[in-house]
């Protein structure tokens, strides 16, 4: 039912939806630039028979709108001290249980100067693959395209995330971060390389 919703919206709406869902591993949504993305995410997702788990902010989820999320797989995360949640994540995912979550990598809609490497850095800690997702506004398509593996280089990794991600634009493109990480995540990398 779910699925047959999902693809008469997406049809209605003008956009199609690419690729295979994958079953289980750290998704990178992106580009992240509208409250928009949320909603086909779940539609590509429902679409493809799954429903993922949604790293989100926890101030969205007060009020009636918290309810609402958690039904959507929406777990509240306190930027300012993830560890907790990430550990109970990464606790699950070792369950041995398909688990699929999605992060936002560049962590807010709004145009940022780096991507968050937290995706990266809980692939590595699960042992899971990253799974690339897209949300295209200029051709209105959305989906999945390759799943990689967190190496220990993550230059390298990042440099296959960035390739894949030099054509896709966002909802509202304006927005668009580049798909880098922050100097401390490069130094680092330069460091034990």
């Given amino acids: 039912m779910r699925s047959r919703l999902a693809s008469l919206v997406l049809r209605a709406s003008g956009w199609t939806a690419v690729g295979q869902v994958p079953r ?17 995410m779940l539609l590509v997702m429902w679409r493809g028979g799954v429903t993922p788990r949604v790293l989100i902010k926890k101030e969205l989820f007060r009020g009636p709108l918290g309810w609402l999320l958690h039904r959507l797989g929406g777990l509240p995360l306190d930027r300012k001290n993830p560890g907790s949640v990430v550990r109970e994540l990464v606790r699950e995912a070792r369950g041995g249980e398909p688990f699929l979550l999605i992060i936002a990598a560049e962590g807010t809609r709004q145009k940022g100067e780096y991507w968050k490497s937290g995706f990266w850095r809980l692939a590595r800690m699960a042992k899971l693959p990253i799974a690339l997702a897209f949300i295209d506004g200029p051709t209105r398509t959305a989906g999945f395209g390759p799943t ?25 493109p304006e927005l668009r971060t580049e798909p880098r990480l922050p100097e401390e995540d490069r130094a680092a990398a330069r460091e034990s390389g």
């Avoid at 289980?24 to 086909?40: C, E, I, K, Q, Y």
């Fill in 24 to 40: 289980t591993g750290v998704l990178v949504g992106a580009p992240h630039t509208s409250n928009w993305d949320f909603v086909m």
């Fill in 148 to 172: 990689i593996s967190a190496t220990a280089d993550v230059v390298a990794d990042m440099d296959k995330v960035r390739e894949f991600y030099r054509d896709k634009h966002g909802i509202h």
